[in-house]
T-cell receptor
Framework: RKEVEQDPGPFNVPEGATVAFNCTYS??????FFWYRQDCRKEPKLLMS???SGNEDGRFTAQLNRASQYISLLIRDSKLSDSATYLC????????????FGKGTRLSVIA | GAGVSQSPSNKVTEKGKDVELRCDPI?????LYWYRQSLGQGLEFLIY????????KSGLPSDRFSAERTGGSVSTLTIQRTQQEDSAVYLC????????????FGPGTRLLVL
């Protein structure tokens, strides 16, 4: 099983739609989780951290399910500007080992 | 303040040549990371520097790849005897402390090996 797995998509949704992505991870000891966003031919940028209790930032909601080892990202009222690749990121094996990035899920929001 | 900068932005080289890629992290960030991203693929971890500690080189794909970080700031990634499969975007990131801190990425160097 890969360390971090995501559905590559693409997810093509109309403006205003709600869309959700899941990501599974293999290391049950992982403590930190993030969603990064990467625009075409640009560098990744942090979108939000994922907390055990779940967290919300405007139209974006992230949740963690430790029992099933997956995290999710929900985007409500999709905007054209949300079109990007969303990278699921999980803390590595232990200690200061770097973060492990998923290959990303591509989202296209269509007018 | 200034973000992470990388140079060159693009590099085209011939198979067998050596290349050097440079990364200037955010001032004050003690941790520096190198990744590469092939077309349509995820980020592949290469190497991680944290302060004065020995770097984590576990991601370097072969002994043709090496990196150094001088004075705890600027880092250079060197690829010797480049191969066509080395073609990718090489991304550098830095974070304030390292470990699980948020990583800030530079714009990357696009390397094409002919």
């Amino acid at each position: 099983r890969k360390e971090v797995e995501q559905d590559p998509g693409p997810f093509n949704v109309p403006e205003g739609a709600t869309v959700a992505f899941n990501c599974t991870y293999s290391n049950s000891a992982s403590q930190s989780f993030f969603w990064y966003r990467q625009d075409c031919r640009k560098e990744p940028k942090l979108l939000m951290s994922v907390y055990s209790s779940g967290n919300e930032d405007g139209r974006f909601t992230a949740q963690l399910n430790r029992a099933s080892q997956y995290i999710s990202l929900l985007i409500r009222d999709s905007k054209l500007s949300d079109s990007a690749t969303y990278l699921c990121v999980v803390a590595g094996r232990s200690g200061n080992t770097p973060l492990v990035f998923g290959k990303g899920t591509r989202l296209s929001v269509i007018a | 303040g200034a973000g992470v900068s990388q140079s060159p932005s693009n590099k085209v080289t011939e198979k067998g040549k050596d290349v050097e890629l440079r990364c200037d992290p955010i001032s004050g960030h003690t941790a520096l990371y190198w990744y590469r991203q092939s077309l349509g693929q995820g980020l592949e971890f290469l190497i991680y520097f944290q302060g004065n500690s020995a770097p984590d080189k576990s991601g370097l794909p072969s002994d043709r790849f090496s990196a150094e970080r001088t004075g705890g700031s600027v880092s250079t990634l060197t690829i010797q005897r480049t191969q066509q499969e080395d073609s990718a975007v090489y991304l550098c990131a830095s974070s304030l402390v390292g470990g699980l801190e948020t990583q800030y990425f530079g714009p990357g160097t696009r390397l094409l090996v002919l």
